[in-house]
């Protein structure tokens, strides 16, 4: 920008040879049809007096606000009629109008234009770097067809915004309203006008450029801080698991043995004892403890000490039906109807064995949930290129406290749970880079879902 007080630049050689032109047309018209009259020498001072002013202002450097001065020293001190401007949108090599003075925002609004130089004086203008005065738009082919109907252009000008060495854009300016001749002061006033504004706009730009630039960056530091809070809990929550797990491992290794001792002693006792009813019923109860026990332990033991999927393609219907086949018994026991949605879905790569022990938790779940029967959606479908799979009960939900600690292992509401069955079933869904996700079934009841990537498709596994 020039220095306050500096005068404005002196119009360029552009600007003489086309003031040049416009004289020598001008001393072919005869005189009465010449409009303009010769403006005062004082008048003249004190429009160039309003634009040094108008120039100091724009060391502002809000862009808006830029474009409001350019467009006020253009109409109010220079003395045009309507003046409108355009910046160049470089990413789509266009001229966008941005704003405009004298003219009805709606006509503006949106209006854009390539930036080619055979579609418009503006392109031309802002290519060739030329200011240029178009006496009879109408008649002139160089002037957008668009353009004149939307603005009923006439005569006007048309002048580029350069920066240092940067071209931003054009400001065009005419009198249509009062139908005044463009003399060659005002547009001199034009070129000078808008070589001062050229270098304001980019010092606006830059600006607005950094800070964008400087904003994308604070969202990018918060962005990577809130990756490190979230990898760093994992790391806690893995850490914690892992000593939790290498603990129940020990413990469960060391009740193992015995219990396998008890069961083999107790089915001895239990043939020693063929014929004596009562000694039997007491029999029967230990052996179905001890299995209780062994469940328990064998669960501690898929937690504590999971093994890597063995990844194969896998059907997920066929592999939801052999999983419902698990639960039938147990589910008619309980007077729970499975009611199923199923769409044909692409394969999923998984651990067969492991996915099935996802399904079926989600399955033992429900079914607790619904202790007086009840009906056990299971859908399928694929959406957003991922296969989703639903298992919604009408069971009695999940509070939303609870609902932050069901994944966490041991938690439990049940009197004979362990609480370890949706810590596993986390776990596996992660490894096979899917999500899961708890939402409420209204009216009543929970809806698990499962969303995997499709066997193939990018992010799998991942
Ligand atoms: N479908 C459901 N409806 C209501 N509550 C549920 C449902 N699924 C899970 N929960 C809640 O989440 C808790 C944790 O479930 P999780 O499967 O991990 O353990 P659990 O079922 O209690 O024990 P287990 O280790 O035998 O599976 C449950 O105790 C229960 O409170
Ligand atoms: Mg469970």
Do not use: W
């Not at 306050?4 to 001393?27: F, L």
């Not at 999927?309 to 309980?334: C, M, Q, Y």
Request: charged share 30%; aromatic share 4%.
């Amino acid at each position: 920008m020039q220095p306050a007080g500096k005068r404005p630049a002196a119009p360029g050689s552009e600007a003489r040879e086309e003031i040049a032109r416009m004289a020598r047309k001008q001393a072919r018209t005869k005189p009465d049809e010449q409009q303009a009259p010769a403006r005062s020498p004082l008048k003249m001072l004190q429009e160039l007096a309003a634009l040094q002013e108008i120039s100091r202002s724009l060391q502002v450097l809000d862009l808006d606000e830029i474009l409001h001065l350019v467009l006020d020293g253009v109409t109010k001190t220079i003395g045009f009629d309507r003046a409108r401007l355009y910046l160049i949108n470089e990413r789509e090599h266009r001229l966008e109008c941005r704003m405009a003075a004298g003219i009805e925002q709606e006509k503006t609004a949106g209006v854009t234009l390539p930036l080619e130089k055979s579609n418009s004086m503006l392109a031309r203008s802002v290519i060739e770097r030329k200011p240029f005065i178009v006496e009879d738009a109408m008649e002139d082919p160089r002037v957008n067809r668009d353009l004149k109907q939307l603005f009923g252009l006439k005569s006007f000008a048309v002048v580029p915004l350069v920066g240092r060495g940067r071209v931003l854009g054009a400001i065009t300016a005419d009198n249509l309203t009062s139908d005044r001749v463009i003399t060659p002061e005002g547009f001199n006033s034009l070129v000078a006008f808008a070589g001062q504004a050229g270098v304001a706009l980019e010092n606006a730009q830059v600006h607005d450029e950094l800070r964008t630039l400087n904003r994308e960056l604070e969202q990018r530091v918060r962005d990577a801080t809130e990756d490190l809070k979230k990898t760093q809990d994992k790391l806690i929550q893995s850490e914690k698991l892992a000593a939790l797990g290498k603990l129940s491992a020990g413990i469960a290794h060391e009740i193992r043995n015995p219990l396998t001792s008890m069961k083999v002693l107790v089915h001895a006792l239990s043939g020693r004892l063929e014929g004596r009813e009562k000694e039997q019923e007491d029999i029967a109860v230990i052996e179905d403890e001890i299995e209780r026990v062994n469940r328990i332990i064998t669960r501690f033991l898929d937690f504590a000490r999971p093994r890597s999927p063995e990844f194969s393609r896998v059907d997920v219907n066929r592999l939801l039906d052999e999983t419902i086949t698990l639960v039938t018994r147990e589910a008619e026991e309980r007077g729970v109807l499975f009611e199923q949605t199923r769409e044909s879905v692409p394969a999923v790569l998984a651990d067969r064995e492991q996915m099935k022990q996802v399904f079926l938790n989600v399955f033992l779940n429900a079914l607790d949930a619904m202790p007086g029967g009840g009906q056990l959606s299971v859908s399928t479908r694929c959406t957003a290129g991922r296969v989703e799979i639903a298992v919604s009960d009408r069971g009695g939900g999940i509070q939303e406290e609870t609902r932050k600690q069901i994944f966490e292992p041991f938690f439990t509401t049940k009197e004979e749970g362990v609480g370890l069955g949706l810590s596993i079933v986390k776990r596996i869904v992660d490894e096979h880079g899917g999500t899961l996700l708890v939402k409420d079934n209204p009216p009543r009841g929970t809806t698990f879902t499962v969303s995997m990537p499709p066997a193939g498709s990018e992010g799998a596994l991942a």
